[in-house]
């Protein structure tokens, strides 16, 4: 048995934006509180979104996320506000960061006993305040996620509510406003995309239905990552890229991750985005994971667009790793974790230490994987002297 959550509402496609109104007429809110980011905020696009609002724009106030990575603080922060003024709508705009704290604090702020009781799986007790998504970047996919993500400075680690109370009512994705995107950070937020459906799509828990929408991401993302990231005017590529983002994190959300999210979450703490994180380790995951699974890993190099016709297998699930490959080079990324300054002798303990933080999210990879794996698959990583 299999099911499928997802929001009740979606909107997607150039100018969707527009429909921010239609959605608030159906939902009628009296308070809103907008949460989005200070590069939103410059950039025009919180004013735009806010000129859509309609008449709702009078009953707005804006709360900014100070920071790119959220901890557990700045929602608990965004809770109390939402209490004390008693908001009945909650809206996020932007990139994963301000999403996460709109989901986070619409059910932060309907539970006793802070954001850190609830850290974990099917642990809330009721819905949050509803929320509305609206996504700037093409990469999270929050927007249509049952996952909150934030750090936990404490514990030097970042961790997850996983419920599907915490689904958006609606999501809005535009790929206009992914424009004002440069070069890397389209190119980093593809590939966390990129990564999202191939270990959605490879989780041990994946399904027909979840497998629709993964299959559908991987090709727009294998197909217009790369143009998207050399021409951010190419409103073809963004267009592919949202859709294929939101249709990957549809897909993983009801599957589940794997290795590559688990161990990269030790990265994450060495000053490392997350993106940066999934899109070195990928490579050497996926040429670990495809290791009795070749016939899998041979259709997500077909959907990445490599040629497998003919080809054994075996030959044609290593091209799924050369894919990753050829991805990382031509936007200028190393797969290579001793060009991000980390030191050769620091690899042993750096996997041990990723094995420990991934256990969360490892039992869902579709290769059982243990300690003396993960030091090989992040001794791959590191590099040789000669490469």
């Keep these: 048995m299999y099911n499928l959550v997802q929001p009740r509402i979606i909107y997607m496609g150039s100018g969707a934006l527009r429909s921010l109104e239609q959605i608030l007429l159906m939902m009628n809110p009296k308070s809103i509180l907008m949460v989005t980011g200070p590069t939103i ?41 939402v209490r004390e003024k008693g908001y009945d709508l909650i809206i ?46 093409a990469g999270s996919g929050t927007e249509v996620t049952q ?90 590529a963004r267009e592919a890229m949202a859709r294929g983002a939101t249709l990957g994190a549809m897909g993983m959300t009801n599957s589940g991750l794997g290795a590559i999210h688990a161990l990269a979450l030790v990265l994450d703490q060495r000053g490392f985005t997350h993106c940066q994180s999934v899109a070195v380790l990928a490579p050497w995951v996926i040429q670990f994971n495809r290791l009795g699974h070749e016939e899998l890993y041979g259709k997500v190099a077909e959907a990445l667009g490599e ?12 091209k799924a790793c050369d894919a990753l490959l050829r991805f990382l080079d031509e936007m200028g990324i190393s797969p290579y974790l001793k060009d991000y300054g980390l030191k050769k002798d620091e690899v042993g303990s750096l996997a041990l230490k990723a094995y420990q933080l991934g256990q969360r999210l490892l039992p869902m990879n579709i290769r059982e994987i243990h300690e003396k794996d993960v030091i090989t698959i992040f001794t791959e990583a590191y590099g040789s002297e000669g490469k």
């Design 41 to 81: 905020q410059r950039l025009g696009i919180l004013e735009r979104a806010l000129s859509s609002m309609g008449s709702f724009k009078k009953h707005t106030e804006i709360f900014i996320n100070p920071r790119p990575e959220p901890d557990v603080a700045i929602v608990e922060n965004c809770a109390r506000i």
């Design 92 to 137: 996020g705009l932007g990139g994963g960061s301000p999403m996460d704290v709109a989901k986070g604090a619409a059910v932060a702020a309907v539970h006793e006993g802070g954001m850190r009781s609830l850290l974990g799986r099917n642990l809330l007790r009721s819905k949050g305040i509803p929320v509305i998504l609206v996504p700037t970047t």
């Design 147 to 236: 996952a909150v993500v934030v750090d936990v400075p404490e514990e030097g680690t970042k961790k997850s509510i996983w419920d599907p109370r915490t689904m958006a009512e609606a999501a809005v994705v535009d790929p206009e406003l992914t424009r004002h995107m440069p070069p890397r950070l389209t190119a980093e937020t593809g590939l966390d995309a990129l990564v999202h459906a191939i270990e959605g799509h490879t989780s041990r828990f994946a399904n027909p239905l979840s497998r629709i929408y993964t299959w559908e991401a991987m090709g727009l993302i294998g197909k217009y990552l790369l143009g998207a990231y050399k021409d951010g005017s190419d409103m073809e």
């Design 307 to 318: 040629r497998v016709q003919g080809l054994t297998a075996e030959k044609a699930s290593l």
